[in-house]
């Protein structure tokens, strides 16, 4: 019987597998093995063999059996992790101890394959690597995967060890925060929403401090500033409650945040790190004794240091597991002259200066230069270190942010300086930031192992995100790419305006261009359609950013209204770029979410602009359409019944301010037509006092000069509103009216002659 399966087997020896390849599965025919994994296998692996049976079925059409290592070993088999018949099959003992929570060995020993791997996520790790690697199955993102249809899964003699370069591997990136995408790419971050199956997470930050800014969470202002402003920093002579940091020198700073911490990791213990760090500001304390400890130090992480380690001595007593991480941030970047982090203890560096159109080693940027001096003072007295890196444009996500050829040389840089957890933040809020699926999934590629090939792995991914659509997707990234490659340009930075940058109108027109050849070479392709037109969003975001911007028109005194209309262009880009944030369904424009809904309300407007009004040569303008300065200070809107709308603006007598406005940007006029333009205002007199009641006019801020005005006394105006002419001429858009309190004298302690004054409205009228 034996003989003759053998026979037959070899008769039916298809050719496409070499006589080297062991065979997994092959279209049509009955599983040619089995997976076989341990009897107690802890829930990642069981999932690792769900896994490689759930895509080998997908590939090939064939449903290999699942069996444990209870039942006698198949003759053909792929053996995932550590199983009785390891070292039988090995011929010697596995030792995958040594490979780590996340490391794997892949070797082949005649017709049994074997994963070997740890329990946590090495088991499935190395059958992601399988699977990618033999069976050519891609993960981009959590709604693209390529699974080709293949009429046999094969693999070839191998034997192969993976570790990887980081412990704590973080692509900061929305899409990659979906636990399967994270898994099957090999990222562990603690964002990725890793289940029991995905191994979970090994690096925990604990106590519900999260990794930065904690002052405030372990000393509050709220609570100590009022008896102990001691407790805050000194700055300019004075103890901050707002926007401060602490007194790292006060002893009973040190007793309130170990007591907190220490508090904490009772409460929630088991976590890897717990974070004690500064706030987001600068503010650093200045008294006597901070300063001597930074002044010898030469860093204010002189302070920051000592500080931080006696807490990490105190929390080891109890925990000598735990690490205290800290940033080594802004002012306290700087590795201090003699004082040295505890074994304990672990600074975070963060990149937030530097430029990122080049790696930090190859940036001719002073930051870049500064930056490597630290890292390097750092990796050489800690014994861990975190690094906190920025991969997209926080002022705009979806601005065209050209960092990709610098990735790769920022992490192989980290990990020759040591660095073992490794943060790589990118838009974290939502979909389609600029190449966002490329970037994490490149990011997850070099955290494993940052010496993989830069070009096989953009051809990959533009292969197979864009299909037919790759030439012109790749054509328009190596033009966006190549803006920044020259290094005396100006430096790519985290918070760069696509107005302001050194991409130009004409680029954007190319790239709308290959942008819509792009979505023309996949129009039958709708998951390839989506992933073109998606790409294009930046592209159509910064054109949108860079239009003129126009003010909205609130006062409408023009015979020809549609002069005043939004142009057509920007008016189809808002409605295009609408449309495809829905499509999209989950996109965030910008990190700051005020800045997220201007920008999307501009669109909105622009996109169903209100019904223009009828001609018309006179209209009235209400208080409420004026802008008023210092608003609370020199003037507010208040009730007033005896104006038509029931408000009015009220200037108060305190100034004498041109405070409130209105410019003609925001009027619809007929150029070169004069008008005439009155106001309704009531000054409320103090009683027995003369002088100059309030004064109004038209100034053409261009070229500096008044087109008319009035200045009544006190003693030309009545009680009550009344209606004063102020100018008669011709408008500009830079022109704007205004209107303050009457003059006075202030030297001597003199007062306004008026208790103050109200402006019910304006009334604008054509004269010719
Ligand atoms: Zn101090």
Same mark, same amino acid.
């Given at each position: 019987?034996?003989?003759?399966?053998?026979?037959?087997?070899v008769?039916?020896a298809?050719?496409?597998?070499?006589?080297?390849?062991l065979t997994?599965?092959?279209?049509?025919?009955?599983a040619?093995c089995?997976?076989?994994?341990?009897a107690?296998?802890?829930p990642?692996?069981?999932?690792?063999?769900?896994?490689?049976?759930?895509?080998?079925?997908q590939?090939?059409?064939?449903?290999?059996?699942?069996?444990?290592?209870?039942?006698?070993?198949?003759?053909?088999?792929?053996?995932?992790?550590?199983?009785?018949f390891?070292?039988?099959?090995?011929?010697?003992?596995?030792?995958?101890?040594?490979?780590?929570?996340?490391?794997?060995?892949l070797?082949?020993?005649?017709?049994?394959?074997?994963?070997?791997?740890?329990p946590?996520?090495?088991?499935?790790y190395?059958?992601?690597?399988?699977?990618?690697?033999?069976?050519?199955?891609?993960?981009?993102?959590?709604?693209?995967?390529?699974?080709?249809?293949r009429?046999?899964f094969?693999?070839?003699?191998?034997?192969?060890?993976?570790?990887?370069?980081?412990?704590?591997?973080?692509?900061?990136?929305?899409?990659?925060?979906?636990?399967?995408?994270?898994?099957?790419?090999?990222?562990?971050?603690?964002?990725?929403?890793?289940?029991?199956k995905?191994?979970?997470?090994?690096?925990?930050?604990?106590g519900g401090?999260?990794?930065?800014?904690?002052?405030?969470?372990?000393?509050s202002p709220?609570?100590?500033?009022a008896?102990?402003?001691?407790?805050?920093?000194?700055?300019?002579?004075?103890?901050?409650?707002?926007?401060?940091?602490?007194?790292l020198?006060?002893?009973?700073?040190?007793?309130?945040?170990?007591?907190?911490?220490?508090?904490?990791?009772?409460?929630?213990?088991?976590?890897?790190?717990y974070?004690?760090?500064?706030?987001?500001?600068?503010?650093?304390?200045?008294?006597p004794?901070?300063?001597?400890?930074?002044?010898?130090?030469?860093?204010?992480?002189?302070?920051?240091?000592?500080?931080?380690?006696?807490?990490?001595?105190?929390?080891?007593?109890?925990?000598?597991?735990?690490?205290?991480?800290?940033?080594?941030?802004?002012?306290?970047?700087?590795?201090?002259?003699?004082i040295?982090?505890?074994?304990?203890?672990?600074?975070?560096?963060?990149?937030?200066e530097c430029?990122?159109?080049?790696?930090?080693?190859?940036?001719?940027?002073?930051?870049?230069?500064?930056?490597?001096?630290?890292?390097?003072?750092?990796?050489?007295?800690?014994?861990?270190?975190?690094?906190?890196d920025?991969?997209?444009?926080?002022?705009?996500?979806?601005?065209?942010?050209?960092?990709?050829?610098?990735?790769?040389?920022?992490?192989?840089?980290?990990?020759?300086n040591?660095?073992?957890?490794?943060?790589?933040?990118?838009? +974290?809020?939502? &979909?389609? *930031?600029? @190449?966002?699926? =490329?970037? %994490?999934?490149?990011?997850?590629?070099?955290?494993?192992?940052?010496?993989?090939?830069?070009?096989?792995?953009?051809?990959?991914f533009?292969?197979?995100?864009?299909?037919?659509?790759?030439?012109?997707?790749?054509?328009?990234?190596?033009?966006?790419?190549?803006?920044?490659?020259?290094?005396?340009?100006?430096?790519?930075?985290?918070?760069?305006?696509?107005r302001?940058t050194?991409?130009?109108?004409?680029?954007?027109?190319?790239?709308?261009?290959?942008?819509q050849?792009?979505?023309?070479?996949?129009?039958?392709?709708?998951?390839?359609l +989506?992933?073109? &037109?998606? *790409?294009? @969003?930046?592209? =159509?975001? %910064?054109?949108?950013a860079?239009?003129?911007?126009?003010?909205?028109?609130?006062?409408?005194?023009?015979?020809?209204?549609?002069?005043?209309?939004?142009?057509?262009?920007?008016?189809?880009?808002?409605?295009e770029?609408?449309?495809?944030?829905?499509?999209?369904?989950?996109?965030?424009?910008?990190?700051?979410?005020?800045?997220?809904?201007?920008?999307?309300?501009?669109?909105?407007?622009?996109?169903n602009?209100?019904?223009?009004?009828?001609?018309?040569?006179?209209?009235?303008?209400?208080d409420?359409?004026?802008?008023?300065?210092?608003?609370?200070?020199?003037?507010?809107?208040?009730?007033?019944? =005896?104006?038509?709308?029931?408000?009015?603006?009220?200037?108060?007598?305190?100034?004498?301010e041109?405070?409130?406005?209105?410019p003609?940007?925001?009027?619809?006029?007929?150029?070169?037509?004069?008008?005439?333009?009155?106001?309704?205002?009531?000054?409320?007199?103090?009683?027995?006092?003369?002088?100059?009641a309030?004064?109004?006019?038209?100034?053409?801020?261009?070229?500096r000069?008044?087109?008319?005005?009035i200045?009544?006394k006190?003693?030309?105006?009545?009680?009550?509103?009344?209606?004063?002419?102020?100018?008669?001429?011709?408008?500009?858009?830079?022109?704007?009216?205004w209107?303050?309190?009457?003059?006075?004298?202030?030297?001597?302690?003199?007062?306004?002659?008026?208790?103050g004054?109200?402006?019910?409205?304006?009334?604008l009228?054509?004269?010719?």
């Amino acid at each position: 019987m034996k003989r003759l399966l053998f026979f037959a087997l070899v008769l039916t020896a298809p050719a496409w597998a070499p006589a080297q390849e062991l065979t997994l599965a092959a279209r049509g025919q009955p599983a040619a093995c089995t997976i076989v994994r341990p009897a107690a296998a802890s829930p990642s692996q069981v999932y690792a063999a769900e896994e490689l049976q759930r895509f080998t079925e997908q590939m090939t059409g064939v449903k290999l059996p699942i069996a444990t290592d209870e039942a006698p070993l198949p003759a053909r088999s792929v053996v995932l992790g550590d199983t009785r018949f390891t070292s039988e099959v090995l011929g010697g003992p596995a030792e995958v101890k040594g490979l780590g929570e996340d490391g794997f060995r892949l070797v082949r020993r005649g017709d049994r394959f074997l994963v070997l791997g740890g329990p946590v996520r090495g088991t499935l790790y190395g059958v992601y690597e399988l699977l990618e690697r033999f069976g050519g199955c891609r993960w981009y993102s959590s709604w693209h995967s390529v699974i080709p249809r293949r009429d046999a899964f094969t693999v070839p003699t191998l034997d192969e060890t993976q570790k990887p370069a980081f412990a704590l591997r973080e692509p900061f990136w929305f899409d990659m925060f979906d636990g399967d995408l994270a898994a099957r790419n090999k990222v562990n971050g603690n964002s990725m929403r890793l289940s029991e199956k995905h191994g979970g997470h090994s690096y925990r930050f604990g106590g519900g401090l999260g990794s930065c800014h904690t002052f405030d969470a372990l000393c509050s202002p709220e609570v100590y500033f009022a008896a102990h402003p001691e407790y805050f920093s000194e700055v300019n002579g004075k103890r901050l409650k707002n926007h401060t940091q602490l007194c790292l020198s006060n002893p009973d700073v040190l007793r309130i945040v170990t007591s907190n911490v220490v508090a904490r990791i009772r409460q929630d213990p088991g976590a890897a790190f717990y974070g004690v760090s500064q706030n987001d500001w600068y503010n650093y304390c200045t008294c006597p004794a901070c300063k001597a400890i930074d002044d010898a130090e030469e860093s204010h992480a002189g302070s920051m240091i000592a500080f931080v380690n006696k807490i990490a001595e105190a929390v080891e007593k109890e925990f000598p597991e735990v690490t205290i991480e800290t940033l080594a941030y802004q002012y306290t970047r700087k590795p201090p002259k003699t004082i040295r982090p505890r074994a304990n203890v672990m600074p975070c560096l963060c990149t937030i200066e530097c430029d990122f159109s080049f790696s930090i080693p190859a940036s001719a940027f002073k930051e870049d230069r500064a930056f490597m001096d630290d890292i390097r003072g750092w990796s050489a007295i800690c014994k861990r270190l975190y690094a906190w890196d920025y991969t997209t444009d926080f002022r705009d996500y979806t601005s065209p942010f050209p960092n990709v050829l610098a990735l790769q040389g920022n992490v192989q840089f980290f990990h020759t300086n040591r660095v073992d957890y490794l943060f790589e933040q990118g838009a +974290y809020q939502g &979909r389609h *930031g600029d @190449f966002a699926e =490329l970037k %994490a999934w490149l990011l997850a590629k070099w955290l494993w192992n940052p010496d993989l090939p830069q070009e096989p792995l953009l051809q990959d991914f533009f292969n197979g995100y864009y299909g037919a659509a790759a030439p012109y997707a790749r054509t328009y990234f190596d033009a966006l790419h190549s803006y920044y490659r020259d290094p005396a340009h100006r430096p790519l930075r985290i918070f760069d305006d696509p107005r302001h940058t050194a991409l130009t109108d004409d680029f954007y027109a190319r790239a709308s261009g290959l942008w819509q050849q792009a979505e023309a070479a996949v129009k039958d392709d709708p998951a390839r359609l +989506y992933n073109a &037109r998606l *790409g294009a @969003f930046p592209v =159509l975001y %910064a054109r949108m950013a860079r239009m003129p911007a126009s003010e909205e028109i609130t006062v409408w005194v023009t015979e020809n209204p549609k002069r005043y209309e939004a142009p057509a262009e920007p008016r189809a880009l808002a409605a295009e770029l609408l449309k495809r944030f829905e499509e999209a369904g989950n996109i965030r424009l910008s990190e700051n979410s005020g800045r997220h809904d201007e920008v999307l309300a501009h669109w909105k407007a622009l996109a169903n602009p209100p019904a223009l009004p009828a001609p018309q040569t006179r209209a009235f303008v209400e208080d409420k359409l004026l802008s008023l300065s210092n608003r609370g200070t020199w003037g507010d809107t208040v009730a007033d019944p =005896l104006c038509e709308d029931g408000s009015a603006m009220k200037l108060y007598n305190t100034h004498y301010e041109w405070c409130a406005t209105l410019p003609f940007s925001r009027v619809a006029f007929d150029p070169g037509r004069k008008y005439r333009l009155r106001a309704r205002v009531c000054v409320e007199k103090e009683p027995g006092k003369e002088g100059e009641a309030f004064w109004a006019g038209v100034y053409d801020a261009k070229n500096r000069r008044a087109c008319g005005g009035i200045e009544p006394k006190t003693s030309e105006v009545g009680d009550g509103y009344a209606w004063y002419d102020v100018a008669e001429w011709a408008p500009e858009r830079d022109h704007y009216f205004w209107i303050g309190p009457g003059r006075f004298d202030k030297a001597g302690g003199a007062t306004s002659a008026i208790k103050g004054m109200r402006i019910d409205k304006l009334e604008l009228i054509r004269l010719d």
